[in-house]
């Protein structure tokens, strides 16, 4: 089992630049996460989905932040344009509902 | 709202010295606490939560709800402890967690 898996690892992008990261949950997990966690602080949630519906977006930046997850599985968090405080870790983490939820390695994002 | 404090950025304890990682919350309901841990160049994995009352790796936990606290122990710390360390909380049900902002423990041999 390769668990939550998120690409790329690393991404170095000019400021005004599109962004977009993707996220393979664990097989069967039914809710998916995105977590932002800037530099010396916790992961905080951008957005949960449940299956394909987003059911807790309120944290997502909506002026330059979309998330999708279309067929309930995997799911890709975009930024465009970028801005030089998105730097940060992005991660994805999944969950069988209620149940321990699983983070992927994340995706650092440094924005010059 | 939910919030989750861990005072410390940096523990430094010396091999075999007793630990202790403090972690306060602020929840009106009945939460359910968790610590992660986070080893250099490894993802955030689940040590351990409140409702299984479990011991892992040698470290335990204890829910104290009048003093909101869920502080992570360890008697005797080992130079593979090192790693960061984060208090987390969450509201019954399919919720999302709540992060404090870490505590980095060093063990120095």
């Given at each position: ?11 170095i992008?000019?400021k ?11 097989s ?5 996460y ?8 916790g ?7 449940e299956?394909?519906?987003a059911?807790d977006?309120?944290q ?32 994805c ?17 440094t924005?010059? | 709202?939910q919030?989750?404090?861990?005072p ?51 470290f ?5 709800k ?38 980095r423990?060093?063990?120095?041999a």
């Amino acid at each position: 089992e390769a668990g939550v898996v998120q690409s790329p690892r690393y991404k170095i992008i000019e400021k005004k630049q599109p962004v977009a990261f993707w996220c393979n949950p664990i097989s069967g997990h039914n809710t998916l996460y995105w977590y932002l966690q800037n530099l010396g602080q916790g992961p905080e949630l951008l957005i949960r989905y449940e299956n394909e519906e987003a059911v807790d977006d309120s944290q997502l930046p909506k002026d330059r932040f979309s998330a999708e997850r279309l067929k309930g599985v995997d799911s890709t968090l975009k930024i465009q344009p970028a801005e030089l405080g998105d730097s940060a870790v992005y991660l994805c983490a999944s969950s069988a509902g209620q149940y321990e939820q699983f983070f992927g390695p994340g995706t650092r994002l440094t924005v010059l | 709202a939910q919030r989750v404090t861990q005072p410390e950025k940096l523990l430094s304890v010396f091999k075999g010295a007793p630990v202790e990682l403090k972690c306060n919350y602020s929840y009106s309901g009945s939460p359910e606490l968790f610590w992660y841990v986070q080893y250099s160049r490894q993802r955030l994995q689940l040590l351990l939560r409140h409702i299984s009352r479990e011991s892992i790796k040698g470290f335990t936990a204890d829910l104290n709800k009048g003093e909101t606290s869920f502080h992570l122990k360890k008697p005797f710390a080992q130079e593979e402890d090192s790693a960061m360390y984060y208090c987390a909380l969450k509201r019954p049900g399919n919720t999302p967690l709540v992060f404090g902002k870490g505590t980095r423990l060093s063990v120095i041999a």
